[in-house]
């Protein structure tokens, strides 16, 4: 039979390992929460191109939009995703460079477009006729490079 203090740093042993694992399997779940919790990029397709999505889901993010940046990348837009479809007005408060701004409905499918809009043309409010649910904000020139019209659908 092993002595008495033998057990002790034995028994203290088997401790401070199954601490050491716990902490290692705690660190690991972490990061893999972590990982499955940072979602891909989401995408917008428009006739074969894709652009990367930014969102503008709150009010705060909608009133800012992309306002104060000096550039956005060409691969790239904002998407303002409002709760219910209804008339969304926009302007180029704030703004740097120049947009083409592209109103879409519940079903995606574009309802108005302003291409090219300067940031000059601030406080000039720009407005669709029709009810849009999304809102989507590029570099001038995306529309016509990825041909856009009114009635053409965008999935992301």
């Known amino acids: 039979m092993p002595k008495a203090s033998s057990r002790?740093?034995?028994?203290?042993?088997?401790?401070?390992?199954?601490?050491?694992?716990?902490?290692?399997?705690?660190?690991a779940l972490f990061f893999g929460w972590h990982g499955l919790a940072t979602a891909p990029a989401a995408t917008a397709q428009i006739h074969g191109h894709t652009l990367r999505l930014e969102y503008a889901d709150t009010p705060?993010?909608?009133?800012?939009?992309l306002g104060g940046?000096?550039?956005?990348?060409?691969e790239q837009a904002m998407l303002f995703r409002f709760k219910e479809a209804a008339q969304q007005c926009f302007w180029m408060k704030d703004m740097r460079f120049s947009l083409d701004i592209i109103w879409l409905d519940a079903a995606k499918k574009v309802v108005h477009i302003e291409p090219?809009?300067?940031?000059a043309t601030y406080p000039r409010d720009y407005c669709p006729a029709e009810p849009a649910q999304?809102?989507?904000?590029?570099?001038?020139?995306?529309?016509?490079?990825?041909?856009?019209?009114v009635g053409d659908s965008i999935s992301f």
């Open 60 to 65: 705060a993010q909608q009133e800012k939009g």
């Open 116 to 119: 090219d809009l300067s940031p």
């Open 134 to 149: 999304y809102v989507l904000e590029a570099n001038a020139g995306t529309t016509q490079a990825f041909h856009l019209k």
């Open 69 to 74: 940046r000096d550039t956005l990348p060409a």
């Open 8 to 27: 002790k740093k034995t028994a203290w042993a088997r401790s401070h390992w199954r601490l050491a694992v716990s902490l290692l399997i705690l660190i």
